[in-house]
């Protein structure tokens, strides 16, 4: 099984910052895509962004220009800068993973306990 840790969750006012940070077991095989997906009160989960073990990046257009989303691939660590928050970001945060536990293993895909992100007006 591989595992996700979050942390960096908090609470914050509007214009603010706050990074999160998800670092997958250590002895995970290899890693493809990890990224962020958050859900709101009574909505569905959504996609915040993505980045793959090349560094490419996906971003939900909401966040596209406030927030920004790195990795380590020698750590195993993805994390997400968020600039400028607003009140509509709140919500749970969870680490995403496309990762081979072990050598043989196939593709699974993996997920964080989630954070909460409050962001008041």
């Known amino acids: 099984q591989v595992q996700l840790v979050e942390s960096g969750g908090g609470s914050v006012q509007a214009g603010g910052l706050l990074t999160l940070s998800c670092a997958a077991s250590r002895s995970t095989f290899s890693i493809d895509v990890m990224g962020w997906y958050r859900q709101a009160p009574g909505k569905q989960r959504d996609l915040v962004a993505t980045?793959?073990?090349?560094?490419?990046?996906n971003y939900a257009d909401s966040v596209k220009s406030r927030f920004t989303i790195s990795r380590d691939n020698a750590k195993n660590t993805v994390y997400l800068q968020m600039n400028k928050l607003e009140p509509e970001d709140t919500a749970v945060y969870s680490c995403?993973?496309?990762?081979?536990?072990?050598?043989?293993?196939?593709?699974?895909?993996?997920w964080g306990q989630g954070t909460q992100v409050t962001v008041s007006s």
């Open positions: 980045i793959d073990s090349g560094g490419w990046t």
């Open positions: 995403y993973a496309r990762a081979k536990r072990a050598y043989g293993s196939s593709w699974a895909d993996y």
